[in-house]
C-alpha cells in the first residue's frame, strides 16, 4: 500500500524526512503519459509550506503529463557510503531517501510563481539578494510546478 513502510526499523520520523526533503537539491519527479508510460526526470525544487515547487520550460513532457494527469511521484536520496565486505550477499548502502506522493498543479498566480522562483534562486544561488532581481516581468519563459503532497515517506540505513 502507497505510504506504508515495510522495513519499520529504517522508516524516518516525519520532522526528519521533512527536513531531509528541503535540505536536497535535485528530486526525482514521475509522472505517466495519458497510455501510461511512466516518465521519470530530475528537477531542481524547493519545499515549503508543506508543498514542493519546481520550474521548468513552458512545454514538454512533465507538463504534458501532468495536464492529463495530477498523480506525480516525487523522490529525493542521499548515498552515504558503500558498505563493503568479503561476502558479496552482505555487501551494502547507508542511504537516506524520502517519496512523495501528490497532486500536481502549474502555478498561474504570478505572485505565487515568483514567491517560488525566488525561493529556488535563494536555495541554489549562494550570491546575497540575488533572488532580489527577480521580477514578474523577468518570469515569462518559466512555468512554476507545485506538488501538494498526500503521503511523505522518509527511509534511512545510516547505522
Known sequence: MKGMMRRKDREMQRDEALEFLRECHVGRLGTASPEGVPYVTPVNYVFFDEDIYFHCALSGHKLENIK???????????????????????????????????????????????????????????ENNVSSKLTIDKMTKTRVVKIKPEIITGKASIK
Do not use: M
Open 68 to 126: 492529463e494527469n495530477e498523480n506525480v511521484c516525487f523522490e529525493v536520496d542521499e548515498l552515504i557510503s558503500i558498505v563493503e565486505d568479503e561476502n558479496p550477499c552482505e555487501i551494502s548502502t547507508k542511504y537516506k531517501s524520502v517519496v512523495a506522493f501528490g497532486k500536481a498543479s502549474i502555478v498561474e498566480d504570478d505572485e505565487v510563481r515568483l514567491e517560488a522562483l525566488k525561493k529556488l534562486v535563494d536555495k541554489y544561488v549562494s
